[in-house]
């Protein structure tokens, strides 16, 4: 978010400037090399083109993944999916600050070994080849429901 503020300050700023000004030099410290203000504005330009080319190619689906609880706190969840008899995969997740409980009084309800549905947007960057994988971006849960308690005896093992 800074990067981008300062990014989009650097790109006013020279804006702003008129034409003539833009081919001067900024002045810099004795040890560093000069920059003009022209090819500052061409690179935040080209940054500024890359985030949005970027953008265009994000895409956000909704997904659910049912299984028990390996760990919870007050931003983040595993769940276990996937289990067969030589184990299971985990599924870390951030939960969003405004994440539904159902069947639960709230979060503080839900704990390890519970078997829980859990919805959560998940967003990615499109491959540009057929044969690569997505760059996954982020994964956030919006909706955790309460499917079955865990037994004490589960929680001791």
């Not at 300050?9 to 410290?29: D, I, L, R, T, Y």
């Amino acid at each position: 978010m800074k990067r981008m503020t300062l990014l989009l300050f650097v790109f006013a700023f020279g804006m702003a400037v008129s034409a003539g000004a833009a081919e001067q030099k900024v002045p810099a410290p004795a040890n560093a090399q000069p920059v003009s203000v022209a090819s500052t504005n061409e690179k935040a330009a080209q940054t500024l083109d890359k985030e949005t080319k970027e953008k265009k190619n994000e895409k956000t689906v909704e997904r659910i993944v049912k299984g028990p609880v390996s760990f919870i706190r007050k931003n983040s969840m595993a769940v276990e999916f996937n289990i067969d008899k030589d184990g299971a995969e985990d599924i870390y997740l951030t939960l969003d600050k405004s994440v539904k409980v159902r069947n639960a009084k709230d979060l503080s309800g839900i704990v390890q070994g519970d078997s829980v549905k859990v919805k959560y947007l998940e967003t990615y960057l499109e491959p540009k080849k057929k044969d690569e994988e997505p760059i996954v971006l982020s994964m956030v849960v919006t909706e955790i429901m309460l499917l079955k308690k865990a037994r004490p005896e589960e929680l001791s093992s």
